[in-house]
């Protein structure tokens, strides 16, 4: 059985493939030998990582304020970073514009 849909068909997504541009998140240079700046979106749940090997963004996903609360407290962000962020949270590559 097939189901019937009412009211306008599919609309043309607006120029740039219809999603929105993501509002930048402020990012802080920390003191790390491996981590250049960090930034956090509490309301996304996002931590925010650039690394100084690259220009490039790791954004962390499910990360709670806590979480980020005591990354920023470590005395080694890059120790924090390896043990309890990566492989622990899914991320996705901002790369540079």
């Given at each position: 059985?097939?189901?019937?849909?009412?009211?306008?068909?599919?609309?043309?997504?607006?120029?740039g493939g219809g999603q929105?541009?993501?509002?930048?998140?402020?990012?802080?240079?920390?003191?790390?030998s491996s981590v250049a700046r960090v930034g956090f979106?509490?309301?996304r749940e996002e931590l925010h990582v650039q690394f100084r090997t690259s220009e490039n963004v790791y954004i962390y996903e499910g990360v709670a304020s806590e979480?980020?609360?005591e990354l920023m407290a470590s005395?080694?962000?890059?120790?924090f970073i390896?043990?309890?962020?990566?492989?622990?949270?899914p991320f996705r590559v901002q790369h540079p514009a």
């Open positions: 059985m097939s189901e019937k849909r009412s009211g306008p068909g599919p609309r043309a997504a607006p120029p929105k541009r993501p509002r930048p998140i402020e990012m802080f240079t920390v003191q790390s979106d509490a309301a979480v980020h609360a005395d080694s962000k890059g120790g390896n043990t309890r962020i990566k492989n622990v949270y």
